[in-house]
């Protein structure tokens, strides 16, 4: 046998014991997770990504038979590819775009108030809902961070939520008491975007 064989063969041997090693310390983690619940999840940050992952999630969900709903709360009510494939699951999936776009287009902030607090009622009449596994409040971070709705409120009424429903937040800079309360807190981080280098939205990439 060659030396380079010999290498080889010792190489293998060396990551067969380390994967060994590896699945057992798994399968022993995995072993000690036993609790099973609604999460509270929240997808921040200045990078691209958060929405996409929120309705990754929701895609993730229907395989599963799950019935899922979503409320935009900044977003007006242009169409988007999200909002077109989704109508193809309408027994499972119920999207309620409630926003009027972004406050710079509205310029009113009592117009954005009341366009919010809309949208929260929905929120809330879904959550209430027993048919409903998943709820996504889609950029619910930014109405909470211009002070739209009470934050107080909306974490009381993300806390008595029933034991089996997951909730998912999406939007930059979450408030840190959301944070806190949350199970799982995902944070996008730019990097890189075409946005910069002077290339506009484009359809099936931004919307």
């Known amino acids: 046998m060659t030396d380079a064989a010999t290498d080889a063969e010792e190489l293998n041997r060396r990551h067969a014991e380390k994967m060994k090693r590896r699945k057992a310390l798994q399968e022993r983690t995995l072993a000690s997770k036993t609790v099973e619940k609604g999460l509270l999840m929240v997808h921040t ?23 899922v709903g979503m409320v935009q709360f900044v977003k007006g009510a242009w169409s988007t ?51 409903y596994r998943l709820i996504v409040l889609d950029e619910l971070n930014i109405v909470l961070r211009m002070e739209y709705l009470p934050m107080d409120e909306v974490l009381a009424t993300l806390a008595a939520r029933r034991p089996d429903l997951h909730v998912c937040i999406t939007g930059r800079n979450a408030r840190p008491e959301l944070i806190a309360a949350a199970d799982l807190v995902t944070e996008m981080t730019l990097v890189k975007h075409p946005f910069e280098a002077g290339v506009k939205a484009q359809a099936g990439i931004e919307f």
């Open 45 to 67: 940050g200045k990078g691209k990504g958060k929405s996409t992952a929120a309705f990754g999630l929701m895609m993730r969900a229907v395989g599963h038979g799950m019935r």
């Open 81 to 131: 590819g999200e909002t077109v494939a989704l109508e193809r699951f309408e027994d499972l999936v119920d999207f309620h775009t409630m926003g009027e776009g972004f406050t710079w287009d509205t310029q009113d902030r009592a117009r954005d108030i009341a366009a919010a607090e809309a949208a929260w009622a929905k929120a809330r009449e879904l959550m209430a809902d027993p048919r």
